[in-house]
């Protein structure tokens, strides 16, 4: 079995679901993928359910009606777009937060779930997981679970490309050279 063929069996069409919403991205313009899928063309791959994005900011809101016309559901909150497609586990996540449009100009290829996809660069990549780690830290409502997770990632890419300790916390950078 393919990790594409066990990714859509664990998340009951969540590969298909993204190449959907993939194609769908393509059509409107600039888009890359960040978070945990991202950082997974990095390094080894770990399992996720999520599926982070960012897209030119004019065009979320006619992205976000055209993937609502192919049947997914999408919810606004405060710093996301969420859309979902029935029956599936993929949880897709559109930032809205506008320090990651910067990301769109240095993206580049690779190839996730076996489709071709743009995908913000190692150190955007590696940005975006600190501000995921740093701003949300002090959320209350995040779930510590969550939290680790984006350590876990930071984690991962240093010990592939030790030069990015050099943009972590002291905290994080003194817990990773203690191995």
């Known amino acids: 079995m393919t990790a594409v063929e066990a990714f859509e069996l664990i998340t009951q069409g969540g590969a298909t679901d993204f190449a959907r919403v993939i194609a769908a991205c393509e059509s409107f313009g600039p888009y890359c993928l960040i978070g945990?899928?991202?950082v997974n063309c990095y390094v080894e791959p770990v399992y996720t359910l999520d599926a982070d994005l960012v897209m030119i900011a004019a065009s979320l809101p006619a992205l976000t009606a055209d993937l609502r016309e192919k049947g997914f559901k999408t919810e606004g909150h405060a710093n996301s777009v969420n859309a979902t497609a029935a029956g599936s586990d993929l949880r897709i996540q559109f930032t809205t937060d506008q320090r990651y449009q910067a990301f769109l100009t240095r993206s580049v290829d690779a190839k996730?779930?076996?489709?071709h996809v743009r995908v913000?660069?190692?150190?955007d990549v590696t940005q975006g997981k600190l501000w995921d780690e740093l701003w949300n830290d002090g959320d209350p409502r995040r779930r510590l679970s969550?939290?680790?997770?984006?350590?876990?990632?930071?984690?991962?890419?240093?010990?592939a490309?030790?030069?990015?300790?050099?943009?972590?916390p002291d905290e994080l950078r003194e817990q990773i050279d203690r191995g």
Do not use: C, T
Not at 120 to 123: E, G, P, T, V
């Open 146 to 159: 969550k939290r680790k997770n984006d350590e876990l990632d930071l984690i991962r890419l240093a010990e």
């Open 161 to 168: 490309y030790p030069e990015l300790k050099s943009l972590y």
């Open 120 to 123: 913000a660069s190692l150190q």
């Open 36 to 38: 945990g899928l991202a």
């Open 112 to 115: 996730v779930l076996g489709i």
